[in-house]
């Protein structure tokens, strides 16, 4: 099979691990490429994929939870892949308020949300807090010994607000649960992870 993602880590990963046969295409902020990938997507947003059968998807979270079904990277039974979805569902709350900070314009405001939103009595906290007791110490992953598209999706986004300019180092330091996920999550993909493509910033 063959995949075509613009700009999505947790597609990359699973179409590596899945063996799935991947154009990668990525888009430069303000080109002429992204505003046409913007006029093919059916929402209007990236990142976006085109299926065989060449019709043009979008919207992130339902691009992952395709290509974790077609990778095996998905739930045995429906009341797995409602666990993963859930797990997901309230990090995209996070991400949804961190949003604000994201999308601030003024510099010194900007500065200013990030700390407040890395506190440990912040919202940033509690959404984790959720997230930990969601897993259990029966297994490193949300469905234990099973690694699936939900465990890539936090990896995905945690690696990034562990780095001193988008976040802090000891984020996960009072989540050993979520630290145990995150460095099994690694480890697994490791070979990807070491030869995958740099974004370009």
């Known amino acids: 099979m063959e995949a075509v993602v613009s700009t999505q880590s947790t597609g990359r990963i699973l179409c590596s691990l899945g063996g799935v046969s991947l154009e990668d295409v990525r888009v430069d902020r303000g080109s002429v490429e992204l505003r046409e990938a913007l006029a093919a997507s059916p929402g209007g947003c990236i ?5 065989p059968t060449n019709e043009v998807v979008c919207q992130s979270l339902a691009i992952t939870r395709y290509l974790g079904a077609i990778t095996g990277y ?58 930990e007791a969601l897993l259990t110490d029966d297994g490193p992953f949300l469905l234990q010994a099973k690694m699936t598209w939900a465990d890539i999706v936090i990896m ?11 976040g802090r180092e000891d984020l996960l330091a009072t989540f050993p649960r979520l630290s145990a996920q995150y460095n099994a999550v690694r480890k697994s993909i490791a070979g990807y992870l070491e030869n995958r493509p740099k974004t370009p910033k």
């Not at 990142?47 to 299926?51: A, E, V, Y």
């Not at 949003?99 to 506190?119: G, Y």
């Open 47 to 51: 990142p976006t994929l085109q299926l």
């Open 74 to 131: 998905c739930g045995s039974t429906p009341v797995e892949n409602l666990k993963l979805d859930q797990f997901a569902e309230i990090l995209y709350d996070l991400i949804a308020e961190y949003d604000t900070v994201v999308k601030e314009s003024d510099p010194v405001s900007k500065e200013q949300k990030k700390k407040e939103a890395f506190k440990s009595d912040s919202y940033f906290y509690r959404y984790l807090g959720h997230l």
């Open 156 to 166: 995905s986004f945690l690696e990034l607000k562990q780095t001193p300019n988008f």
